[in-house]
T-cell receptor, first 114, second 115 residues
Framework: DTEVTQTPKHLVMGMTNKKSLKCEQH?????MYWYKQKAKKPPELMFV???????INESVPSRFSPECPNSSLLNLHLHALQPEDSALYLC?????????????FGEGSWLTVV | AQTVTQSQPEMSVQEAETVTLSCTYD???????LFWYKQPPSRQMILVIR??????QNATENRFSVNFQKAAKSFSLKISDSQLGDAAMYFC????????????FGQGTRLTINP
């Protein structure tokens, strides 16, 4: 089972709202990732968690707040977003951050900020 | 810095024919990993094939194979017997080993399959 599940699939939020994107995997993976993908562009890395600790923050604005409550779950808390933050947000996981481990992606959450 | 270049924004092929998608990369590392991912309209990124740079043998997965030319820093994907379900955006990706340890993607190639 190589499944990464993301909810919700679609989210529309106002600029003053607080919402969260959720990601879950049951493959026993210890590394989890958030990527942002704008239309017709490749995914861009936002955050990496390794063994539930934040390993990489690619200079993401603080209005995006990641959380890893346990080894299976990864959340992305959203607050005071801007319309330009509208994008597909992809969660991914891998066995760990060892070199070359395959990264498995979820189907993404479409976010629209109005 | 490592960069990945896909020079073909769009490609099309007749069903059952063979198509090759090109990818070049720039790196100073001697050991690294390369991947091809497929992103169909459903938007899920699906791993197609991976190649370890220390392996001289080209990776193959059923109808998908790569032509890995390390000296030329080239990593092309060949799809044989193209099927309608192969229609997707294809991303070439490089795994940075030193430092960041992250995946860097090319800009993608949109592949259309003509029936």
């Amino acid at each position: 089972d190589t499944e990464v599940t993301q909810t919700p699939k679609h989210l529309v939020m106002g600029m003053t709202n607080k919402k969260s994107l959720k990601c879950e995997q049951h493959m026993g993976h210890r590394a989890m990732y958030w990527y942002k993908q704008k239309a017709k562009k490749p995914p861009e890395l936002m955050f990496v968690y390794s063994y539930e600790k934040l390993s990489i923050n690619e200079s993401v604005p603080s209005r995006f707040s990641p959380e890893c409550p346990n080894s299976s779950l990864l959340n992305l808390h959203l607050h005071a977003l801007q319309p330009e933050d509208s994008a597909l947000y992809l969660c991914a996981s891998s066995q760990d951050r060892a070199v070359g481990n395959t990264i498995y992606f979820g189907e993404g959450s479409w976010l629209t900020v109005v | 810095a490592q960069t990945v270049t896909q020079s073909q924004p769009e490609m099309s092929v007749q069903e059952a024919e063979t198509v090759t998608l090109s990818c070049t990369y720039d790196t100073s590392e001697s050991d690294y990993y390369l991947f091809w991912y497929k992103q169909p309209p459903s938007r899920q990124m699906i791993l197609v094939i991976r190649q370890e740079a220390y392996k001289q043998q080209n990776a193959t997965e059923n109808r998908f194979s790569v032509n890995f030319q390390k000296a030329a820093k080239s990593f092309s994907l060949k799809i044989s017997d193209s099927q309608l379900g192969d229609a997707a955006m294809y991303f070439c990706a490089y795994f940075i080993i030193q430092g960041a340890q992250k995946l860097v993607f090319g800009q993608g190639t949109r592949l259309t399959i003509n029936p």
